[in-house]
């Protein structure tokens, strides 16, 4: 029997194309709001401290020829995460790639698009999972008027001041966790509903270096908030069947995420979430293969991504529901 091109001839894995392409992709948050942690198992435990053994004081005065007072800490290991593994392909046919024009390329669309497609699980998944009520340990719903304690005046309204709203937030937060927040998430709504909010304006009317209107953006909003990052989520997805006429809308919708996002992930880093990736086969998380299918005559391009995006603290989260009408 004849060997097949495939018998012959292993193509290298299309991954760099697909990393490269991923960095750009700055309106998907997830992977910045729960940071990554590259594992060499698909499912394992993880180590929770006990905050409070961490904040209580437990020092003592010490007579002489004494022994010092003794103290320790808790740690929960039955957290565990299991990465599940999702994938999807497109084949090339044979006719295509041997017809394309010289400025196009068939298998670089294709990573790209796979690309696009793993994004927006991982995008979809978070924000279904996380960036909801009922998940974190605080919140506040917005109304359009007349706000209880539980509360607050939707930032779209005039009277609304989001800077008090958030202030407060970010005190509960590190009051009860000693970590201040260092990350606000906006739904793209939100983002520019706040952008156009008279409180935010009214506080900053002039830039104090050149005495003219200062432009609003993310990194301003940031100074305003006392927060590291603000990450505005702008992905988009269409929900409707092939086929169909496009039904496109913001994954995010009208709310609002304050948390502590570990800087650096590790063992003693405390965090509001972890996407736990596992190393499969070298490449953390996410893998793009191309190989021959010789019964269909064509390219196979095929991603392969493996991830949990896991809660770790609940109290290093405020949720604000419907923060705009």
Known sequence: MKPTPSDVHVDQPLTNISIAYLQDQSRFVADRVFPVVPVNKQSDRYYAYDRGDWNRDDMQERAPSTESAGSGFRIDNTPTYFCREFALHRDIPDQVMANADVMLDPLRESVLYLTLKALLRREKNWASSYFKNGVWANGLAGVNSAPNSSQFLQWNDNSSDPIKTIRAAATTILESTGFAPNVLVLGKRV????????????????????????????????????????????????????????????????????????????????????????????YTGQVVRQFRMDELKAQRVEIETNFDQKLVSADLGFFFGSAVA
């Open 191 to 282: 983002y520019d509903a706040l952008l156009d909010n008279v409180a935010i304006l009214d506080r900053i009317k002039y830039s104090t270096v050149t005495g003219q209107p200062s432009l609003i953006n993310a990194n301003l909003l940031a100074q305003l908030f006392e927060v590291e990052r603000v990450e505005v989520m702008a992905g988009i997805e269409n929900t409707a069947a092939e086929g169909a006429s496009a039904n496109h809308s913001f994954i995010s919708g009208k709310s609002a995420l304050l948390a502590y996002s570990a800087l650096a992930p590790g063992l003693m880093s405390p965090s509001a979430g972890y996407t736990f990736a596992w190393n499969n086969l070298g």
